[in-house]
C-alpha cells in the first residue's frame, strides 16, 4: 500500500436477536444447504460429484442402475437458479436467460454442456439406452446425535411422467431408502421452471444417528420422451423436534379403595404416561413404589397391593424409568385414609418395679372400643428379657409374679366386634433384685450461695461390699467429674452456680446387685447478696510435670470480678485469669507453687485468699486426660457437630471417640478432632474418649453431651424473590433462599410450568392476563416452613414497537423511536446501553455506536407491566489511516500538532525521526501528537521521517513510512 494513500476497508456485522416474551421454537434447524452462488455462467462447468458443502462434507454422485453412453449429469451451478420461493415468485429461470442470477442450485443436466444449460435432460430414442440415467446424489453424512423427529424441508423443480421421473432417498448408515417419488411441478411457461415446496420426516432410525444422508435420485429411460425439464434442488434445511420425555408419573387406587380398616390392603393402578413412540412403555419400564408404614414397604411390580397394620393417613411416592430416562418422583400425600376400627390398647400396673421372689403385680385393662358390645376377649403375655414368657386370658390379671430380674414387655390382644388390635409395652416392668445395698448419705450443707459447693458423704451400709455409687445432681457439678448432674464418686463435694432448689439421690450397688430403693434430700442454692467470702478449691493439688489442674470457686456472698493469680504456670498468658472457674491451668517445671485469688463486687467489698505451695508439681509422667469441645450442644435432628479433642497430657499419640446416638457410619472415629457427627433422632445422647499418651491410657464417659430436638424452631424457613407485575406472554425468574428444607414446592397459578419441585425453578412463563397466586412451601424431617403467599398481576403488554433494525456507516449518528402505535405514551422509557444514547429515558434517542450494537428499549405504564422490545444497529465498519506531510507549531492554533489521523484503529506505534536517523519522538495514543519539541526544546524547520505501524478493528495490521515537514 502506497503511504500517501488512505486506505479504505469495509465490514458488515449482522447479528440476530430475540425479542423478549417470544417462545422458543420446538423446531431447531441444524443442517442447511443453498448449493452457494455461482458468479455467471461462463465458469466451466460444476459437477455436483465432489461439490464442497455450504455446511461441510462434499456431495457424491453415485450409479444407482444401469447408465448409457450419454446419461445425463448431476450439476451445481446457476443455470437453473435456486431461490425462488415457491410461496412468493414459484416461476424461475437461470443465469443463461437471465445473466444477474447466481444462486445455484443441484439439478440434472445434459451431457457435454459447458456450462451445463440447466435443468433439462436428454432421453434419445436411438440407439436404445444411450441416455439411460440411474444416478443419485448423495449428501456429505449428515450428524444426528441428539436430534429427534428429524424433518426435511426444502424446494424443488421435478419432471415425473412415471418413467422419468426424480426420488427423494434417504440412508440410515447401512441403506438406501426411497421415501418418495417427487411430483411433477407446473404452473410456469415453458421457459420458467415452476419451483414448489417439499416437506418430509425421515423415519425414526435417523434419531440420535451420526450417520444420516439423504439423496435424490434421477432415472429416465431412452424412449425419445423428454420432458420439458428434469429436476432441480435448492434451500435444503434440516430441523429437529423436542427430544424424548422421560415418563409422567400418575396413579390411583383401583376400584376406589383409599378408606379402609387397620390390617386392610388395597391395589395400585398406574396411570404413567410414556412419551411414545420413544418410549417402550410400561411393558418395559421399571416401577419403584414407596409405602411408608405399609407391607411391602417398597414394590417393582406396576400394580402392587399393599397393606397396612396401623391407621392414619398415608401417603405414596412412585418413579417409573423407561429406556428414556427416570421420572421425578411423585408423592400423594395422605393418599390412602387407614381407619383404626379395633380396641384402643391402655393397661396400668400396681407396682411397676415389683422385687424378685418377693412381690407379685396386678394389672388393669383400661382399653376403650366404639363397639357397642364392648371390649370381648384379653390375651396378655408377659415376656422377660431372656424370652420367657407368662400369659393370662382375664380382663385384669391379679397376682402375676415375674421373678427374672429385669425389664419384661407387656402386650395385651383386645378383641371386639370389628378387630383385634394388639399393642406391646416395652420394658414396662423393671423387676429389681432388693438385695442391694441400704442407702444413706448426709451433706455437710443444705443451703448455700450460688457458685458454692456442698460435701456429701456417703452411710450405706450392706452385708457385703458396695462397689459402685450414682449419685443424682440436677443442676449440680460434682468436683473431679468432667459432666454435670451426676458423679460415680463415693463422697463428692458438687457445686451450684445457680439459685434454685435441688434434689440429690444416691443409688448403689454391691455384689448382690443394684439398690432397690433410693435415698433424695434437697438442697436450697440461695442467692447470696452480703459481703464476699472468699475460697476455692482445685481438681487436684499434686500433678506430674505437663499436668494441668481445674480451679473452682466456692466463694459465697456478693461477688462480681474475680481475679486469679497462678504461680509457675506453663503459659504465661495462663498467670492470670478474670473467669470464675478457669480450667486447664497446666504447669511444665517440677516445684511448689502458689494461688491467689481475690473477689469484689460494685459495692467496693473485697476478700481474698492466698494459699502457699497449695500446687506441687512432682517429676513423673501422669496418664492422659480426656477432655472434649463441641460446637453446639443443642441441635435440631438431621443436622451435625464438630468434636475437638481439648485432652492434656504428654505426648498423646491416638484417640478413639465413641457417639451414642449417632447415624450409622459415624458412630466412632479415631481422628484427634472428628466433624460432621449427624444424629436423626430425638434424644440426650453420651459421648466417650479414650486417649493414649506417654503416660498411660485413659478413657472417660462424658455423659448426656449432646441434646437432639426436633421442634418446630427446626422446621425450614422461606425467603422467596417474587415479582409483583409482568406482561402477558412473558417469563420471569422465580428463586428463593431456604433454610434447613429437604423438600420444596413451588406452584405457579396460571403459569407454565404449574409446579416445581426445584429449590430455585428459574423461568416460568404467563401467557393469559389475570391475578394469580405464587405459592412457596418447604419442608424437614420437623415438619413444614411458613408458606410464603404472593400475588402476581399478569398485565396486557403495551404495543411497544423499537423500529425495524437500522444499518449505518461507522460515525454516523441515527435516531431510534420505541412507538406504540396510536396510544399515547403515559408510562415511562428507559434505554440500554444507558451510555451509548443522548438521553436514555427518552421515547426518541439519538446514537452513533461504533460496532454493531443491540439496544433495548424498557415501557412502563403506572400499575400496568412493563414492554421490551430491541432493535440493532448495524454499523458497516470504515477504517482510515493518514498523517498529514506537513505541520507548523507556532502557536496559531492551525496545524501546531502533527498526530496520527484516521479511525477504526485498536492500536499503533508512531515514531519520528531526524535526517540523522534519531528519534525525536514517539507515541502509542493516537490522541498524542508531535509538538516539534525535543525534549523540550524547539526543533529547527526540515524534512523528518516517519514510521507508523497500524491494526485495525479487524485484525488486519499495516506499517507505513512517509516524510513530513516542519515549518513555520
Not at 378383641?415 to 414396662?428: G, K, M, V
Amino acid at each position: 500500500m502506497s503511504n500517501s494513500a488512505w486506505p479504505i476497508k469495509s465490514l458488515f456485522v449482522l447479528v440476530v436477536i430475540g425479542l423478549s416474551g417470544i417462545t422458543e421454537l420446538q423446531a431447531q434447524q441444524f443442517w442447511t444447504e443453498d448449493f452457494g452462488t455461482g458468479i455467471n455462467c461462463n465458469t466451466p462447468v460444476q459437477l455436483a460429484n465432489g461439490y464442497v458443502s455450504t455446511s461441510g462434507g462434499s456431495w457424491t454422485v453415485v450409479n444407482d442402475g444401469i447408465n448409457g453412453g450419454t446419461a445425463n449429469v448431476w450439476y451445481v451451478s446457476p443455470t437453473a437458479a435456486g431461490g425462488f420461493d415457491p410461496d412468493l415468485n414459484p416461476c424461475g429461470t437461470g443465469c443463461i436467460a437471465n445473466p444477474v442470477l447466481n444462486n445455484q442450485s443441484l439439478h440434472i443436466g445434459r451431457l457435454n454442456n459447458d456450462p451445463d444449460d440447466g435443468a433439462r435432460y436428454n432421453g434419445f430414442a436411438f440407439p436404445p439406452g444411450l441416455s439411460d440415467t440411474y444416478k443419485r446424489a448423495e449428501s456429505p453424512t449428515i450428524d444426528c446425535t441428539d436430534k429427534w423427529t428429524i424433518t426435511v424441508d426444502l424446494w424443488y423443480v421435478a419432471w415425473n411422467n412415471g418413467l422419468d421421473k426424480a426420488s427423494f432417498q434417504y440412508f440410515d448408515g447401512t441403506v438406501w431408502t426411497t421415501l418418495n417419488d417427487f411430483t411433477q411441478t407446473s404452473g410456469c411457461t415453458l421457459a420458467q421452471y415452476p419451483w414448489a415446496a417439499y416437506q418430509v420426516v425421515l423415519p425414526a432410525s435417523a434419531n440420535n444417528n451420526p450417520d444420516v444422508k439423504i439423496g435424490f435420485r434421477w432415472q429416465n429411460n431412452s424412449d425419445g420422451i423428454t420432458g420439458t425439464y428434469s429436476v432441480a434442488i435448492d434451500n435444503i434445511r434440516l430441523t429437529s423436534g423436542p427430544p424424548p420425555a422421560v415418563p409422567v408419573v400418575d396413579f390411583e387406587v383401583l376400584d376406589g379403595n383409599d378408606t379402609f380398616c387397620e390390617q386392610g390392603c388395597t391395589t395400585m393402578n398406574d396411570l404413567t404416561d410414556f412419551d411414545t413412540p420413544f418410549s417402550t412403555g410400561a411393558a418395559n419400564a421399571t416401577y419403584a413404589w414407596v409405602f411408608p408404614g405399609g407391607n411391602p414397604a417398597t414394590s417393582s411390580d406396576q400394580n402392587p397391593t399393599v397393606c397396612y397394620d396401623t391407621p392414619g393417613l398415608k401417603s405414596i411416592t412412585l418413579t417409573v424409568t423407561d429406556n428414556i430416562g427416570e421420572s421425578d418422583p411423585v408423592t400423594k400425600t395422605n393418599f390412602i385414609t387407614v381407619q383404626d376400627c379395633g380396641p384402643d390398647i391402655a393397661i396400668s400396673a400396681g407396682n411397676l418395679t415389683p422385687c424378685a421372689n418377693e412381690q407379685c403385680v396386678n394389672f388393669t385393662d383400661l382399653s376403650q372400643t366404639n363397639d357397642p358390645g364392648g371390649v370381648t376377649a384379653w390375651l396378655w403375655t408377659f415376656t422377660s428379657a431372656t424370652g420367657v414368657q407368662t400369659s393370662s386370658t382375664q380382663q385384669n390379671p391379679t397376682n402375676i409374679c415375674l421373678n427374672e430380674i429385669g425389664f419384661y414387655d407387656v402386650t395385651l390382644a383386645a378383641t371386639d366386634a370389628d378387630l383385634t388390635q394388639e399393642q406391646t409395652f416395652p420394658a414396662y416392668i423393671e423387676v429389681l433384685d432388693c438385695s442391694g445395698p441400704d442407702i444413706n448419705f448426709s451433706a455437710d450443707r443444705t443451703v448455700i450461695c450460688p457458685g458454692g459447693c456442698i460435701e456429701l458423704t456417703d452411710n450405706s451400709s450392706t452385708n457385703s461390699t458396695i462397689t459402685a455409687w450414682h449419685w443424682s445432681l440436677p443442676g449440680g457439678q460434682a468436683v473431679g467429674d468432667a459432666l454435670p448432674d451426676t458423679s460415680t464418686q463415693q463422697n463428692p463435694t458438687v457445686c451450684y452456680q445457680t439459685a434454685g432448689t435441688y434434689n440429690i439421690t444416691l443409688s448403689a450397688q454391691d455384689q448382690e446387685g443394684e439398690s432397690a430403693i433410693t435415698k433424695t434430700i434437697t438442697i436450697t442454692v440461695d442467692p447470696c447478696t452480703g459481703p464476699p467470702d472468699v475460697n476455692f478449691i482445685a481438681s487436684a493439688d499434686t500433678i506430674c510435670t505437663g499436668d494441668c489442674v481445674d480451679f473452682t470457686d466456692q466463694s459465697l456472698g456478693l461477688v462480681e470480678d474475680y481475679l486469679w493469680v497462678f504461680q509457675g504456670v506453663a503459659d504465661i498468658n495462663d498467670a492470670t485469669s478474670t473467669e470464675q472457674n478457669p480450667s486447664v491451668i497446666c504447669y511444665s517445671q517440677p516445684g511448689s507453687y502458689n494461688v491467689t485469688l481475690t473477689v469484689s463486687n460494685s459495692n467496693n467489698q473485697v476478700d481474698n485468699i492466698t494459699r502457699t505451695d497449695f500446687i506441687i508439681v512432682e517429676q513423673c509422667i501422669s496418664k492422659p486426660v480426656p477432655r472434649i469441645e463441641i460446637s453446639a450442644d443443642t441441635i435440631c435432628a438431621g443436622k451435625c457437630v464438630d468434636y475437638t479433642s481439648a485432652s492434656t497430657g504428654i505426648g498423646l499419640s491416638s484417640y478413639q471417640w465413641n457417639f451414642q446416638g449417632a447415624v450409622p457410619g459415624s458412630g466412632s472415629s479415631m481422628v484427634q478432632n472428628p466433624s460432621n457427627i449427624c444424629y436423626n433422632n430425638p434424644g440426650t445422647y453420651d459421648v466417650s474418649l479414650f486417649v493414649e499418651g506417654a503416660g498411660g491410657d485413659s478413657i472417660r464417659v462424658f455423659n448426656d453431651v449432646i441434646t437432639v430436638v426436633n421442634t418446630p424452631d427446626c422446621r425450614p424457613t422461606i425467603e422467596a424473590s417474587v415479582p409483583d407485575t409482568i406482561c402477558a406472554g412473558d417469563c420471569a425468574v422465580f428463586s428463593a433462599v431456604f433454610t434447613d428444607a429437604d423438600s420444596v414446592r413451588w406452584t405457579f397459578q396460571g403459569g407454565n410450568p404449574e409446579t416445581s419441585k426445584a429449590f430455585n425453578p428459574g423461568v416460568v412463563c404467563f401467557e393469559d392476563e389475570g391475578n394469580y397466586m405464587i405459592l412457596v412451601e418447604a419442608w424437614n424431617p420437623s415438619g413444614g416452613a411458613q408458606p410464603i403467599v404472593q400475588d402476581l398481576y399478569v398485565g396486557e403488554r403495551p404495543p411497544l414497537n423499537a423500529g425495524p433494525n437500522r444499518t449505518i456507516n461507522s460515525g454516523a449518528v441515527v435516531t431510534l423511536n420505541a412507538s406504540l402505535g396510536n396510544q399515547p405514551p403515559i408510562g415511562s422509557f428507559l434505554w440500554q446501553p444507558f451510555d451509548l444514547v443522548d438521553d436514555f429515558t427518552a421515547q426518541s434517542v439519538n446514537t452513533s455506536p461504533q460496532e454493531t450494537t443491540n439496544y433495548i428499549v424498557y415501557y412502563k405504564e403506572p400499575g400496568g407491566c412493563t414492554a421490551i422490545d430491541t432493535v440493532t444497529v448495524m454499523v458497516n465498519f470504515v477504517a482510515a489511516v493518514g498523517v498529514p506531510s506537513a505541520f507548523s507549531p507556532n502557536g496559531d492554533g492551525q496545524n501546531d500538532v502533527l498526530r496520527v489521523l484516521g479511525q477504526g484503529i485498536t492500536r499503533m506505534e508512531f515514531k519520528v525521526y531526524n535526517r540523522y536517523g534519531q528519534l525525536v519522538f514517539e507515541t502509542t495514543n493516537q490522541a498524542d501528537g508531535w509538538d516539534g519539541l525535543q525534549n523540550g526544546k524547539e526543533l529547527n524547520p526540515g524534512v523528518f521521517v516517519y514510521t507508523l505501524e497500524v491494526t485495525f478493528a479487524e485484525g488486519e495490521l499495516e506499517v507505513y513510512t512517509g516524510n513530513v515537514t516542519l515549518v513555520k
